[in-house]
């Protein structure tokens, strides 16, 4: 008899260790292909909060008035007012902080002052397109993860393993005196254990819609720009008076206020 328990003993532990590796080795294996998704977010998510959040506030300081942004964010596609702030217009630290290194190209200064803002115009539109790119394969890639863990789950049902598990070291609880308290007990094991799949993307990264191409819209933000440009103050035309602008350094304190404006404008709208 005491043989027979020793049997079935090993054959227990044999299965419980089993049924333990593989589960928790596909957690473990999710659990990586998770922490992988949200490193390749945080990458992706630099390309919107620095060369996109660029390319609009460089437009946007040089649009200057919130008509004149508005109807450029109409005619582009764009609804939301991304990385916008009436405080981008008025603070001239930001400002000259966009602008600075920048080459300008065209014979007259008015020409340069339009040409330069098309060229952000375009940058925007490559830099968006990439983000898209980068966000839509995000997606695919959050799917699998999503997709591996409902299989496995419909493989693999984790209340019923762990009932089981737990019949296999008392053969009494197989009896209906005490299967529906471990069944609820082992349901709820089964809830803690269970493997949350990853948010979803659009709630952790913004989706951009495409973008008019510049070809379309190029007569009419033309105009917009002519209008911006009849409104610059001295210090802009100054820097379009030649083919480049300075390259300015900031003090700590300026440069922290301009980082955290910028990075905080789109949750003021």
């Known amino acids: 008899m005491a043989k027979s328990q020793n049997i079935d003993e090993v054959l227990s532990s044999e299965i419980q260790q089993d049924i333990a590796e593989r589960y928790f080795g596909f957690r473990r294996l999710i659990e990586e292909d998770k922490l992988n998704l949200e490193e390749k977010i945080r990458q992706h998510s630099f390309i919107l909060e620095k060369r996109i959040s660029f390319d609009l506030i460089r437009i946007y300081v040089l649009l200057r008035e919130e008509p004149l942004i508005k109807a450029f964010l109409e005619l582009i596609g764009l609804r939301e007012r991304m990385f916008y702030d ?21 014979w007259t200064r008015a020409g340069r ?17 990439l983000y898209r790119s980068n966000v839509e394969k995000l997606q695919r890639e959050h799917g699998l993860i999503v997709e591996e863990i409902e299989q496995f789950y419909r493989k693999n049902d984790i209340s019923a393993i762990l009932h089981f598990v737990q019949s296999l ?12 308290m471990e069944t609820g007990l082992a349901e709820g094991l089964a809830g803690k254990l269970r493997i949350k799949p990853p948010l979803p993307i659009e709630q952790v990264l913004v989706l951009l819609p495409p973008l008019k191409p510049l070809e379309e819209i190029s007569g009419q933000l ?13 210090w802009i035309l100054d820097l379009f008076s030649r083919g480049s602008s300075p390259c300015e ?12 404006k910028m ?3 789109e949750g003021k709208t």
Do not use: W
Not at 115 to 129: G, V
Not at 170 to 177: Q, V, Y
Not at 225 to 233: E, S, T
Not at 249 to 260: D, H, L, P, Q
């Open 86 to 106: 009436p405080y981008l217009a008025e603070s001239e630290n930001i400002a000259r902080r966009v602008l600075s290194c920048q080459e300008f190209h065209g």
């Open 113 to 129: 002052f339009r040409n330069f803002i098309l060229d952000s115009y375009a940058k925007l539109i490559f830099h968006s397109e």
């Open 169 to 180: 070291g008392d053969p009494g609880l197989t009896g209906d005196m005490q299967g529906g």
């Open 222 to 234: 033309k105009k917009l720009i002519g209008q911006a440009y009849k409104i610059q103050p001295s």
């Open 249 to 260: 350094r900031r003090e700590a304190g300026e440069e922290e206020k301009a980082e955290f």
């Open 263 to 265: 990075q905080n404008a």
